[in-house]
């Protein structure tokens, strides 16, 4: 059975600040896909990335960064620099091979970046 | 941009009525998926449906739910008689490409609270 855990409930950080977002996985599936969302206070969904697990090259979008690393099921999430407008809930999912399209989501991250 | 729209924003029903919460998927997507989110906790699946029919769904999707796709562009959440746990906002997705790969594109959700 697939699982995420994302075991800080909640971040505060000072503007400029860096911050590391945790995601941690369960899956026995080979081949799998791992997903950040941002949900703003508007409350809408948005994707940040995708990552197969055939890749493990780490990827950098501007202030943002993700570490994957198969060895310690991990794919965390760096915002370098943050902004009071990072301030959000953000979301790790997987979605495996093997049970079809669904993504399970962890239960989240709220962080705030306070000015 | 294209993008998934729902409505309504928020609907307020009363415990035991029918609600019909409708999305348009953005238009050349294949795949369309029904998440909901109580309010505070994670982001869980609900159904996902292709070529006409479900695909899959998760425990939740008993059978007071039912989806439907009944013109080629609106994908339809029914709930047939509506329980106060129902209240949470659903979310609408879509995605193209094959199955297994690609992001979810979500909607902004529908607030359903249950009084």
């Known amino acids: 059975a697939q699982k995420v855990t994302q075991a800080q409930t909640e971040i505060s950080v000072v503007e400029k600040e860096d911050v590391t977002l945790d995601c941690v996985y369960e899956?026995?599936?080979?081949?799998?896909?791992l997903f950040w969302y941002k949900q703003p206070p508007s409350g809408e969904l948005v994707f940040l990335i995708r990552r197969n697990s055939f890749d493990e090259q780490n990827e950098i979008s501007g202030r943002y960064s993700w570490n994957f690393q198969k060895s310690t099921s991990s794919f965390n999430f760096t915002i370098t620099a943050s902004q009071v407008v990072d301030s959000a809930v953000y979301f790790c999912a997987l979605s495996e091979e093997t049970s079809g399209s669904r993504l399970t989501f962890g239960e989240g991250t709220q962080l705030t970046v306070n000015p | 941009e294209p993008e998934v729209t729902q409505t309504p924003s928020h609907q307020v029903t009363q415990m035991g009525q029918e609600v019909i919460l409708r999305c348009v998927p953005i238009s050349n997507h294949l795949y369309f998926y029904w998440y909901r989110q109580i309010l505070g906790q994670k982001v869980e699946f609900l159904v996902s449906?292709?070529?006409?029919?479900?695909?899959?769904k998760s425990e939740i999707f008993d059978d007071q739910f039912s989806v439907e796709r009944p013109d080629g562009s609106n994908f339809t959440l029914k709930i047939r008689s509506t329980k106060l746990e129902d209240s949470a906002m659903y979310f609408c997705?879509?995605?193209?490409?094959?199955?297994?790969?690609?992001?979810?594109?979500f909607g902004e959700g529908s607030r359903l609270t249950v009084l």
């Open positions: 449906f292709y070529n006409n029919e479900i695909s899959e």
């Open positions: 997705a879509s995605k193209g490409g094959r199955r297994y790969t690609g992001e979810l594109f």
């Open positions: 899956t026995r599936d080979t081949t799998y896909y």
